[in-house]
């Protein structure tokens, strides 16, 4: 199906280990992004990737690790959870001429 | 930079009366403005976009949103509320020139009561 596919949907990992939250596109759009969705604070931009190899931070990078290999994927890592980073992810997509995002269904991380 | 600033964390409606949701948006560029909807445990779905084009922007299920440059305001309407627009609304700012990071507000919960 075409479309932004998130995985896992959820996840519950201890404090301290690494996790990937993995991302995969369609439409070939060049853009991809990941939000992370806290209460009170809206959608906060974590990393963007221009195109594959190609990525920047946004406004909360601290404690992510971003790839883009190919332009359909882009994983998000957290290279040693904590319990700040237990929150909703939303992956997106999008067409700059669109200018719009079309977002995943989201993973709901709880780090313990 | 940019920013935008929703009035109201909860607004409560009651089935069939007129839904306002308000935005106010700061931007030193002409912006870009949107509205998204996120229905639970669900991503951001597009309802409707405001591009410099027409003031008054129609979106999907029958929402519509104004931008009136001289109150810095993008709200978003809708005449007659159903059951089923119960869910959390967001506008957002960007602007023009490729792509431009997107401006998240943080959030306005409608509740609409039968």
């Known amino acids: 199906d075409a479309g932004i596919t998130q995985s896992p949907r959820y996840k519950i990992t201890e404090t301290g280990r690494q996790v990937t939250l993995m991302c995969h596109q369609t439409w070939s759009h060049s853009y991809m992004f990941w939000y992370r969705q806290d209460l009170g604070h809206g959608l906060r931009l974590i990393y963007y990737s221009a195109a594959a190899d190609i990525t920047d931070k946004g406004e909360v990078p601290d404690g992510y690790v971003v790839s883009r290999s190919k332009t359909e994927n882009f994983p998000l890592t957290l290279e040693s959870a904590t319990r700040s980073q237990t929150s909703v992810y939303f992956c997106?997509?999008?067409?700059?001429?669109?200018?719009?995002?079309?977002f995943g269904s989201g993973t709901r991380l709880t780090v313990v | 930079a940019q920013s935008v600033t929703q009035l109201g964390s909860h607004v409560s409606v009651s089935e069939g009366a007129l839904v306002l949701l308000r935005c106010n948006y700061s931007s030193s560029v002409p912006p870009y403005l949107f509205w998204y909807v996120q229905y639970p445990n669900q991503g951001l779905q597009l309802l409707l976009k405001?591009?410099?084009?027409?003031?008054l922007v129609k979106g999907i299920n029958g929402f519509e949103a104004e931008f009136k440059k001289s109150e810095t305001s993008f709200h978003l309407t809708k005449p007659s509320a159903h059951m089923s627009d119960a869910a959390e609304y967001f506008c957002?700012?960007?602007?023009?020139?490729?792509?431009?990071?997107?401006?998240f507000g943080i959030g306005t919960k409608l509740q609409v009561i039968p």
């Open positions: 957002a700012v960007s602007h023009s020139g490729g792509y431009q990071k997107v401006t």
């Open positions: 405001y591009t410099s084009a027409a003031t």
């Open positions: 997106a997509s999008s067409d700059p001429f669109e200018n719009q995002d079309t």
